[in-house]
Structures are given as C-alpha cells and as structure tokens.
C-alpha cells in the first residue's frame, strides 16, 4: 500500500510536469487540493462526522497547511524549468533540513550519525546540481525551498502528532490548501479544455487515493517498517520521467540520487518515526 501510494504520487508529478507546459499553477494547484478534500469528505466524513474537523490545534493545523501548499506551489516552479527525477530527488532533502531544524526548534539532541546524514545529503543535492549539468541554473533554488518549506511543514506536523487524529490532520492539510488556492483562483484562471480538464481531475484523485493508501498501509504496519518504502517514489519518478518525457539521469544524477536516499535514511529519527503523522506526512504529497 506504501509503494502504491507513492506511485500515485509520483504519477500526479508527472501529469503535473505535462500539464504545466500550456496550463497555469493557480488553477491547477486548486482542483488538485479541492478534489483532494472532497475525496476524503466522501471516505470519512460519514463515519466520523464532525470528528473529521476536531482539533485543539486549529492554529497549528492552519500552518501546517500554508507550508505545504507552499511547498507545493515551488515544486510544481521545479517541474516547469527542471527534470522530473532531479527536482524530486532534491526535495527529498527534507528529512535531511528537519534533521538540522530538530535541534533549535524541538530541542531534540542530534546524534552524530544524523550529522553525518547532514552532510551527505548536501552532497548528493551538489553532485545533482554539479556545475556543468544541466540541472546547474537558479531555477534548482525551486526544489530546495520545497525541501525547506516540506521540513518546516513536518516539524509543525510533529507538534500535533498523537494529539490530533491522523484523518483529521490530512483533512485539514487538503481544506487549507483548497482555501489557499481558491483566494487566487481569479486573478489566474483559464478554461481548461477536455484533455487538461481530464489531467486535473486524475491528479486530484490520485492525491486523495494515494492518501488513504498511506492511512491504510499506518494502520497495519509500523511507520519503522513503512519509512524506507517512501523512497520507491525516486525510482517510480525516474521510469515515469523517461516514459512520458524521455528524460533520464546522467551518471553524476542517479549518483546524487542514491546518496540523498542513503543520508535520508541515515537521518531518520527513529524516536519520532514510531508516532503515525510523521510516516503519513514523510511522502512527498505534491
């Protein structure tokens, strides 16, 4: 269920990534979230009712979703100017930028294996990002600001797990983002037409389902066990790259690549990792 979810999320990137070459972020950004809530309106909200919007953190929940829809909004930038596989690999940093946050900000103590984890994953975003390559240009700022805003986003998420239930913390992560998108629906909208309008609609669905999936796979294995599984969405982002748009990485990338996933396990604070929201949120649910 873990493999599946990523796959569906990396399959949205893609069909994203197609997207984009003639449709603007604003709408797109919009019906992804908004089909993303009403999917799990339709799953949860006749079971737990006004249960899915409880929360003592309502605040905390807000933020939450600004900074995920954030990083959404640049990743979605690093898709438009960078290849698939590259722009997700570097924002799979994000483990790696908590792991420097957890200290000052959860005055969690971090250990030298997770120092070490540090400094490997800034190497493998610079053997991506090597001069010469062709991922070398400002526009690779786009995935590390969604590494940064995705890490922020799960520090917040780590103060209200075991607090709020799981359901109700994705719910709201979807509600903010539909929110946030709608204010600047107008000022960027534009007809789509059958084939872009279809496109829009799967990323949404995919999203949602791919979601459920993760609920799914938490609640039947421990989020130990699940966390190395998350990485599958490099190789699923790798093969649908190459298929739908014949890009594939040089040597010097797919090295850079196995080297964040190694720092990015190496990171993993394992204390943290038993908690659900944290597994749930640890995808890249672009």
Excluded: C
């Amino acid at each position: 269920m873990m493999m599946a979810a990523v796959f569906m999320f990396s399959t949205g990137d893609t069909l994203a990534k197609l997207a984009l070459k003639s449709y603007p972020i604003g709408p797109l950004l919009w019906v992804r979230y908004t089909i993303h809530m009403l999917f799990m309106l339709a799953l949860f909200a006749p079971r737990m009712g006004f249960t899915l919007v409880r929360t003592q953190h309502r605040g905390l929940q807000i933020l939450r979703g600004v900074l995920l829809t954030s990083s959404t909004v640049m990743f979605y930038l690093s898709l438009k100017f960078l290849p698939l596989a590259e722009a997700a690999a570097i924002s799979f940093i994000a483990p790696v930028i908590v792991t420097v946050l957890s200290g000052p900000v959860l005055g969690e103590r971090v250990t030298r294996r997770q120092w070490i984890a540090v400094g490997l994953g800034f190497i493998g975003v610079l053997i991506i990002i090597r001069p010469g390559g062709a991922v070398f240009s400002p526009t690779a700022l786009f995935p590390m600001a969604t590494a940064l805003l995705f890490a922020l986003y799960q520090i917040v998420t780590r103060k209200v797990a075991g607090r709020d239930n799981a359901v109700t913390t994705l719910f709201y992560t979807a509600l903010v983002g539909s929110a946030l998108a709608s204010l600047a629906l107008p000022l960027g909208w534009q007809t789509p037409n059958g084939i872009q309008l279809i496109i829009m609609v799967a990323i949404g669905t995919l999203g949602g389902f791919g979601h459920f999936l993760l609920i799914r796979a938490v609640e039947h294995a421990s989020p130990m066990a699940l966390a190395p599984f998350v990485y599958t969405q490099l190789i699923w982002s790798t093969l649908l790259a190459w298929i739908a748009f014949h890009e594939f990485p040089d040597g010097g990338s797919l090295t850079g690549m196995l080297v964040i996933i190694a720092a990015g396990l190496l990171a993993v604070n394992w204390k943290h990792m038993r908690r659900r929201t944290d597994t749930t949120d640890s995808a890249q649910s672009h």
